[in-house]
């Protein structure tokens, strides 16, 4: 019996994307360059109030590594990003129905 027949090849561990390292792809890529922006923004804020540019370029460097990290997938598929916009939808899923009591047999 030829057992090549019926059987169900599975690969694992194939990605559908190029990665740049394990978990950050293209689409990571324009995440973290999203977040870095938000950040530059707020190293921005932060220069304009202190005038120190050592905060400012702490503040840019912990935004851009920040961004990567929060945006970068592990073994289970989902980042940090991923797992709160998940939340999100869940959280606007929910509905709501209060229970009121009633006498039902009340005489």
Not at 67 to 75: F, G, I, P, R
Request: aromatic share 14%; proline share 3%; net charge neutral.
């Amino acid at each position: 019996m030829d057992e090549s027949k019926g059987t169900l090849y599975i690969p694992m561990g194939v990605k559908t994307e190029a990665e740049f390292f394990p978990g950050f792809g293209k689409k990571q890529m324009f995440q973290a360059a999203i977040g870095s922006l938000g950040f530059g923004l707020v190293a921005f804020i932060v220069w304009l109030s202190s005038g120190s540019v050592a905060g400012t370029v702490v503040t840019v460097l912990a935004g851009i590594a920040g961004s990567v990290m929060m945006t970068a997938k592990d073994q289970s598929n989902l980042s940090v990003v991923d797992q709160c916009a998940n939340m999100v939808r869940f959280m606007r899923s929910q509905k709501y129905y209060p229970y009121h009591y009633y006498f039902e047999w009340e005489v």
